[in-house]
């Protein structure tokens, strides 16, 4: 036989890629074309996959990211070199911050050139740059590894805590030619990604033992309980234990806020008195005065409340990282939960009446006192009376998807919002960070298929409003409601100094956000009063059409940071 009879057919990067990629069951990315990865997006889409592209990469990227946290497996920005690499990497350190499973794979530019800083189109040292942002960084240079680098790029991110990983392809190995055969055989099927990890039997009964002293003990979810996907045995812990549990914010739903264990309403009586704390899938961070201070009843900010606290975490690393953890319990949360059920047996005390009348009646008390707020209907609307009507919506289509960010637009939707499923809630997370609006409602719908709602602050919007044309474009069933009070926080302030400028914290009043909607070929709607906004989201949700309402909110309704003025240094100084 002459070797020109053997010779055998050729793939190359482009495709092997895409294999080890679909091979793995991810069939969607989230991602903006450019040299060098113009044609893979091309190949992508040929190839039966679902290619959503952006208009800024950082939107790709928590659109990536928050399709890891619905799903579980990791979700796959693509991003062109330097530049877009850079507008990728705010979401990549989120999702990790986040524990999202999520890869960012970036196109770069030659190792030789870039080495020798030669000047290099779009030239960068991703690699090292990513790193510190990301729980794994690799970078393939032959043909023949892209099956390992996918695999373990898949592996890094969902297993253990999850996180970002990032993924370096240099423009050449793109185009790089290897037997199909062997390319074939080269690529891996990751299996069993995200192990189960089963907790010592020791710390269970540990665990449960603490919580059978308890006097006032409390469960608080937290998003990590969330990706978990054990909504079953949660729900079957909490009532078998008759806890009263407090979710943190995209924990809602996990059980129906509308539960009579849910403790959201009576937050600030909770944590004080609490004397056994579980934590289940949330840190003791800021979000939580890192389990210490006034919030848990401690003398002040240095001083923990003397609480026990029995913390479920799959990072074994977290226990103590604030307060002590006196029985740590690591493991996947649907191990732990399941093995304190069995530990549980058939004959657990329900926790003293005093304790769970007490919390019922500080919580009726609140929940009576917000039903009176929301009745009102002010003129000009504020965020009760606006939020009221979004309340209502999702209490009618329990599946929609809530996309949520601003600071008052943002912590009144948590407040008055009820979600009654888990992972629906879908907001700015343990950084705070304005700009995973658009990215998020465009994953959510991809991914889902429900009708999504993104209640947005009028400065939140802003950081990702062009994504509005993606919404368009995809026609994606996304209803925007742009909270509008003219700024961030508030817009009625004045500028300081005798300045011609407008103030820092102020925008162009009375702008027409419903406008930019309408340019794409979408709906806007101008909605004044509850019953506008009323009618405008249940036509959204209906037409399943693109749809953005601008709600016109009282622009001094509004406080500074919303929940979290104390945050702020002059605030801060003056508590000390
Ligand atoms: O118990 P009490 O009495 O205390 O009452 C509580 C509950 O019991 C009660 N409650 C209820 N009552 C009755 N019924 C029910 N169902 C019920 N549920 C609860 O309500 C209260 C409050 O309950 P909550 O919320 O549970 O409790 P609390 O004490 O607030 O919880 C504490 C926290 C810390 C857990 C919570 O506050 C929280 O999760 N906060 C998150 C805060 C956050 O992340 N904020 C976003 C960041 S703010 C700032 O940084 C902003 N920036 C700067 C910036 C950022 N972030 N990123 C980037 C990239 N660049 C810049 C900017 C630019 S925000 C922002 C824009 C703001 O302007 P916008 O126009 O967008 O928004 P507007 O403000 O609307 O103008
Ligand atoms: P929240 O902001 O809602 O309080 P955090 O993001 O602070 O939640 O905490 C989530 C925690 O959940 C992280 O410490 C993470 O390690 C943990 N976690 C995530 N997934 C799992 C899982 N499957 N099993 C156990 N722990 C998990
Ligand atoms: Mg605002």
Known sequence: MTNDSQASELTDGFHLVIEALKLN????????????????????????????????????????????????????????????????????????????????????????????QQGDYEEMDQLAIAKPLCKAAFRVLNAEDIGVGIARAIRSAVSGRPGGVYLDLPAKLFGQAMDAAAGKASLIKVVDPAPR?????????????????????????????????????IKTLVE??????????????????????????????VLPEADVV??????????????????????????????????????????????????????????????????????????????????????????????????????PM?????????????????????????????????????MYKPRKRLDVGTWGVMGIGMGFAVAAAVESGQPVIAIEGDSAFGFSGMEVETIC?????????IMNNNGVYRGDELARGGSKDPSPLVFVKGARYDKLMEAFGGVGVQATTPAELRRAMEDAIKSRKPTLINAVIDEGAGTESGRITSLNPTSAAKKK
């Open 25 to 116: 069951g991810i069939t969607n990315i989230y991602g903006l074309p450019g040299i060098p990865v113009t044609d893979l997006t091309r190949m992508m889409q040929e190839e039966g996959m679902r290619v959503i592209s952006f208009r800024h990469e950082q939107n790709a990227g928590n659109a990536a990211a928050i399709a890891g946290f619905m799903t579980g497996k990791p979700g796959v920005c693509l991003t062109v070199s330097a530049p877009g690499f850079l507008n990728g990497l705010t979401a990549l350190a989120n999702a990790t911050t986040n524990c999202f499973p999520m890869i960012l794979i970036s196109g770069s530019s030659e190792r030789e050139i870039v080495d020798l």
């Open 240 to 269: 078998k234990s008759g806890i009263p549990y407090l979710p943190m914010s995209m924990a809602k739903g996990i059980l129906p806020d509308t539960h009579e264990q849910c403790a959201s309403a009576a937050r600030s009586f």
């Open 382 to 418: 504020n965020y009760h009376s606006s939020l009221n009507v979004v309340r209502d919506i999702i209490k009618a289509n329990p599946d929609a998807i809530l996309v949520n960010e601003g600071a008052n637009a943002l912590d009144f939707t948590r407040s008055i919002v009820d």
């Open 197 to 233: 990890q089963i907790p010592a039997p020791d710390a269970v009964k540990r665990a449960l033992d603490l919580l059978k002293s308890a006097k006032k003990p409390l469960i608080l979810l937290g998003k990590g309980a969330a990706y978990a996907q054990a909504d079953a045995d």
């Open 278 to 379: 579980l934590l289940v899938g949330a840190r003791l961070n800021w979000l939580l005065s890192h389990g210490k201070g006034k919030t848990w009843g401690g003398k002040d900010h240095k001083n923990p409340g003397g609480q026990k606290f029995i913390q479920i975490d799959i990072s074994p690393t977290e226990a103590d990282s604030n307060v002590a953890i006196d029985a740590p319990l690591v493991g996947d949360i649907g191990s732990c939960v399941s093995a304190l059920l069995a530990g549980m047996g058939s004959s657990w005390a329900k926790p003293p009446t005093e304790w769970t009348s007490a919390v019922a009646e500080r919580k009726n008390k609140n929940v009576a006192k917000m039903a009176e707020t929301l009745a009102k209907d002010p003129s």
């Open 473 to 481: 474009r995809y026609n994606l069933p996304v209803c925007i409601v």
